[in-house]
């Protein structure tokens, strides 16, 4: 088998850049090494970054036509784009430690030239150079401050590649979900504070008052339960939350320092109240993967009626976004979202 890395031996092709020495990456058989993408740029508040350079029929650039096409569709407003890594067709794989923190000294130079507010790190390579975080699938739409040597500061917030969304259409709409709710929050100060409380009832007579509320009430409600465990067979219910349009109301149950745990004066009586609010039929009761907790709360006798569940109204809504609570809240509540 015919070895190009061979016939690339001894021919330089990095244009003696100094800061680049000692990189593996220069040694690999590529058309070219060390191109400075950003030398000619000027300040965007957005920078797009990929993960490296593409080389096609001699024109070097960090995202294909198709990919750029995407990024327009998606995003409308001024955006430098740039490589995270600034030679061609390199993989993860290829990038060792060592390289990776060779590269990141472009890297930051590009961020000082552009300025932006708002870095789009697309895809697993480019976020890990960037912020030394692997699991894109995980972390896209959180937000991460940065600051480079030179003293920029700055806001990344890992997206998909697009080619990911290219090769993957159901990703695209979390693409460009991800772009426009970092854009209109990190940008344009477009912030939105929650108008959250909830109150912790320790008192018999809180949950009595709660149970008085809601047992006959067409009001829809929210229902959350937090367990010491998956099995439902073997582990207990620690709290249980209920959120109606003006409030949250915390209930601690088989909790350490619960008044209400097992052995305690108004264990009885506590889920007896419970169970007169969930067995409601009138209003709705609206879970997040709503199985997982109506299997715990069988267990202690309660079969709560007319559930809602969030997870398979979203499917219905679209089969192919994902559904996770986490995912949902990012969608619809970006804005609303404390950084991570």
Not at 57 to 73: C, H, N, Y
Not at 222 to 234: I, P, Q, S, Y
Request: aromatic residues 10%; glycine residues 4%; hydrophobic residues 35%.
């Amino acid at each position: 088998m015919f070895d190009l890395d061979k016939l690339y031996a001894g021919h330089k092709t990095h244009g003696d850049n100094p800061l680049c020495e000692g990189c593996s990456i220069l040694e690999k058989s590529k058309p070219c090494h060390s191109v400075m993408d950003y030398e000619d740029f000027g300040e965007a508040p957005v920078l797009f970054l990929s993960d490296s350079l593409n080389y096609r029929l001699g024109t070097i650039a960090p995202f294909s036509k198709a990919e750029v096409s995407l990024i327009d569709e998606c995003y409308k407003e001024s955006y430098r784009l740039a490589a995270s890594v600034k030679c061609p067709s390199v993989k993860e794989a290829d990038m060792t430690p060592d390289n990776m923190k060779l590269c990141r000294v472009h890297l930051e130079a590009t961020i000082d030239k552009v300025k932006p507010k708002l870095v789009f790190p697309c895809g697993n390579l480019a976020m890990k150079m960037l912020i030394k975080k692997s699991g894109i699938t995980n972390k896209r739409g959180k937000s991460y401050e940065y600051i480079t040597t030179g003293g920029h500061r700055c806001i990344v917030v890992p997206i998909f590649h697009p080619y990911s969304c290219i090769k993957e259409p159901r990703h695209t709409i979390l693409f460009k979900t991800d772009i426009q709710n970092a854009y209109e929050k990190y940008v344009l100060g477009k912030r939105v504070k929650g108008n959250f409380t909830y109150k912790v009832l320790t008192q018999i007579e809180e949950v009595e008052a709660l149970a008085k509320k809601l047992w006959d009430s067409y009001e829809t409600i929210a229902v959350d339960t937090e367990t010491t465990g998956l099995n439902f067979l073997k582990d207990s219910i620690m709290t249980i939350s209920i959120t109606s349009k003006e409030q949250t109301w915390v209930l601690p149950l088989d909790h350490k320092d619960s008044p209400f745990r097992k052995g305690e004066p108004h264990y009885a009586k506590v889920w007896v109240l419970l169970r007169r609010i969930l067995e409601n039929p009138k209003n709705r009761k609206v879970f997040h993967n709503a199985k997982f907790d109506l299997k715990f709360l069988l267990n202690y006798g309660i079969y709560t009626k007319n559930v809602w569940d969030t997870k398979i109204m979203h499917h219905l809504l679209d089969e192919n976004m994902p559904k996770s609570l986490m995912d949902l809240t990012k969608l619809y509540f970006a804005n609303e979202l404390e950084d991570l």
